[in-house]
């Protein structure tokens, strides 16, 4: 069954030319990301658009990493830590 000229018409009339337009600045203005999206998906956005020194101060990153990586080599490369050991008197044996 088809709707008639009137009845688009009016179907337009009421919903409006822009629908998913509507929707989408009302979901902006009354909700909350993490209601709309899940944890996935706005860490994907975070992580790719964000950089923690935007967010963080530096003490707050250093404090951060710290408090959660135990192994120095969680967050240094192999390189980085033999330089600092060679720096502080400590002797390579390969």
């Known amino acids: 069954m088809h709707d008639s000229p009137q009845e688009k018409d009016f179907k ?3 919903l409006g030319n822009d ?3 509507d929707a989408v ?3 902006s203005k009354n909700l909350d990301p993490e209601d ?5 998906a706005l860490n994907t956005w975070a992580s790719r658009n964000l950089d ?3 967010v ?5 990153l250093i404090r ?3 408090d959660n990586c135990g192994n120095p080599e969680e967050i240094f490369d192999t390189a980085t830590l033999e330089a600092w050991a060679l720096d502080n008197g400590w ?3 390969g």
């Open 52 to 54: 923690p020194e935007d």
């Open 12 to 14: 337009e009339y009421l």
């Open 56 to 60: 963080f101060d530096q003490s707050d």
């Open 91 to 93: 002797v390579h044996f």
């Open 25 to 27: 600045r009302w979901i």
């Open 19 to 21: 629908l998913l337009g």
């Open 64 to 66: 951060l990493a710290a």
């Open 36 to 40: 709309v999206f899940s944890d996935d």
